[in-house]
């Protein structure tokens, strides 16, 4: 590996633990958010509207549809970012009505849940994308060099998002099926 690869790499982890970190505040900061009863109540008629017959395969493509426009240059910072904020505050639509939800740190769910885990490194991968991809178009550098990555980049998004949707299906499963 040349010195220039391993300056672009060691950019490219750096970039992403960055977006990584701007993703977890995001949600934290839309976690925060008040949520009258009236919006808690119509964010969960929409929500159970949308998971009501949702299955493993339904997961992924819903999480496929958010994950895809953060490869965009420069939209997909701004999508992921508000992607995040959003999911923070159903969160707290979901804890306003369910007590017991009230009690889990928001952030928890991200970062201790094998699914959120998988879905956090997903968005964040392709928000520092669209950053790497924005920033070689304002600085005029050509971008051939930059298809091959996120190609692949965008393969292990799906790939992960596809692991991280059955997983999510089975641990809601799981967990009604105790209930």
């Known amino acids: 590996m040349s010195k220039r690869e391993g300056n672009v790499n060691k950019i490219r982890i750096i ?3 960055i977006f990584l970190g701007i993703f977890a505040a995001a949600f934290q900061i839309g976690s925060m958010s008040t949520v009258s009863e009236e919006e808690a109540a119509a964010f969960m008629s929409e929500f159970e509207d949308l998971v009501l017959d949702i299955d493993a395969f339904g997961i992924f493509v819903h999480n496929t549809t958010l994950a895809l426009p953060m490869f965009i240059p420069g939209f997909g910072v701004a999508w992921g970012i508000f992607c995040a904020w959003s999911t923070g505050f159903a969160f707290a639509a979901i804890a306003s009505t369910v007590p017991e939800i009230a009690d889990i740190p928001p ?3 991200l970062f201790l849940t094998p699914f959120g885990l998988i879905e956090v490194f997903a968005y964040s991968l392709g928000i520092s994308r669209s950053f790497i991809l924005i920033r070689s178009v304002i ?3 050509n971008l051939t060099p930059l298809i091959k990555p996120t190609v692949i980049e965008i393969g292990i998004v799906l790939a992960l998002l596809f692991v991280g949707g059955y997983l999510e299906f089975y641990m809601i499963e799981s967990s009604l099926n105790q209930a």
Request: glycine residues 0%; positive net charge; charged residues 20%.
């Open 15 to 17: 970039t992403f633990f």
């Open 107 to 109: 952030l928890s769910i």
């Open 139 to 141: 600085k005029k550098i």
